[in-house]
């Protein structure tokens, strides 16, 4: 009996895909991240290969209409995996899993190539009467836009949050700027810069979600201007610490509690004037430090939103965008082998006494109802700034003087008096 040979969609369709897994392989246990454990990313390691293995066994016998949408859907995960591995070698040069990467990358196009040819060439088949076959392609085009919101788009969205690249850090901005290496509370080794204080109380300053030490550096400045001690560092994955990238943060409240015993060591600082002042996804971090380490003294949260599913179903209950968040949340899990703590509205009842800055744009609508809600479900201590046409974290540089009396007043009033 003579052994049926594929066609060519298939050998194009597993070609692409084993290509792709090669990478998924290498990037989860060869390559890793520094100071990533060998079983972190087994998890999402194993559902794409059991997904992947799944498809490329069924692929020959789905119809046309179901070969081109897995094409498009396994082909457009491959392409943002791969164009984050792309802009690093284009940013810094290529390393580690970036070879595959670009494999990757070149094995999404091809199968969402793919996934174009498909339709085109059996766009006769099936349907008998012009009519039904119009009406297949409306079904496809209706089930494509759910697909693309409940799955494409949010794990498209996860992949981002847990893969983007490190930027290069430099050199210090000025002489004063003393780089410094510690460990978070699970031993990852992180990296950052310290000036030292000139008033015994020192500010930890956490950056937001896809940025590194250098986003919190006009942070930095204003607070060193006013003689606090300043630390900025690299939260996990980011910059030139150990780690796997995490951009809501899940995790960082280990680093910041490395941060904190740095400071509290220093000779420079009095351990018991130590604050906080978190950006975006630092600033959900600082919220969440600040309930069980009580030698925070104070915290600045500019920014602060929402960090897990339940965070989002607390404001907005379930409606219409859950099954996006959901699929969104439950993605960052899986890819990076973590999880959220509790919901924020939780935690920030229990920062009291911990004096508590709550600051929002309110151009992101969302940020703002976030924070009334933060603010409302606090206790006192707690003080809520909502600028009105505010962009996210850029109260600094937007109202630079109120920025200063607030965050200088409230740091003085915890740390410094007394």
């Not at 690249?165 to 950052?192: K, M, N, Q």
């Not at 490395?258 to 009095?270: I, M, N, P, Q, S």
């Amino acid at each position: 009996m003579t052994a049926v040979r594929p066609d060519w969609e298939t050998v194009a369709f597993r070609g692409a895909t084993v290509v792709g897994l090669l990478h998924g392989i290498d990037d989860a246990f060869v390559n890793r991240q520094p100071g990533v454990a060998l079983g972190q990313h087994a998890l999402a390691a194993a559902i794409a290969l059991a997904a992947g293995i799944a498809a490329v066994v069924v692929f020959p016998r789905l119809r046309p209409g179901l070969r081109a949408g897995l094409s498009l859907v396994l082909g457009v995960f491959a392409i943002v995996n791969g164009a984050l591995h792309a802009v690093h070698i284009e940013v810094d040069g290529a390393a580690a899993s970036d070879y595959t990467g670009v494999l990757a990358l070149a094995a999404g196009l091809v199968l969402v190539a793919l996934g174009i040819v498909i339709p085109f060439r059996h766009r006769r088949d099936g349907a008998p009467t012009r009519a039904r076959r119009w009406a297949k392609r409306v079904v496809a085009v209706l089930a494509g836009v759910l697909v693309l919101y409940v799955l494409v788009g949010p794990v498209s969205g996860a992949i981002v949050q847990t893969h983007k690249h490190r930027e290069p850090i430099g050199d210090p901005p000025s002489t004063r700027y003393e780089p410094v290496v510690f460990h978070a509370s699970d031993g990852l080794r992180l990296s950052g810069w310290y000036v030292r204080s000139r008033n015994r109380a020192a500010v930890v300053v956490v950056h937001g979600g896809g940025g590194d030490r250098t986003g919190a550096l006009r942070h930095a400045e204003l607070l060193a201007r006013h003689g606090f001690g300043v630390l900025v560092y690299d939260s996990r994955g980011r910059g030139e610490s150990e780690g796997s990238p995490n951009a809501l943060g899940w995790g960082w409240e280990k680093d910041v509690v490395g941060a904190l015993e740095l400071l509290g060591d220093r000779t420079d600082v009095d351990s018991s004037r130590i604050g906080g002042l978190g950006l975006s996804t630092g600033a959900d971090v600082l919220i969440e430090v600040a309930t069980t380490h009580r030698e925070l003294k104070a915290v600045v949260s500019d920014g602060a939103t929402a960090r897990s599913f339940a965070d989002v179903r607390n404001l907005a209950g379930i409606d219409e965008t859950a099954p996006f968040f959901w699929t969104f949340t439950t993605a960052v899990r899986v890819l990076s082998g973590t999880a959220p703590g509790e919901p924020l509205e939780d935690l920030v009842a229990r920062v009291a006494p911990t004096p508590l800055l709550l600051i929002a744009s309110g151009n992101a609508q969302l940020e703002s109802d976030y924070n009334r809600l933060y603010a409302e479900a606090a206790r006192e201590p707690v003080e809520l700034w909502v600028i009105p046409d505010g962009t996210h974290t850029a109260a600094i540089r937007e109202r630079p003087e109120e920025y200063e009396r607030r965050v200088i007043g409230l740091f003085r009033q915890a740390l410094l008096s007394g």
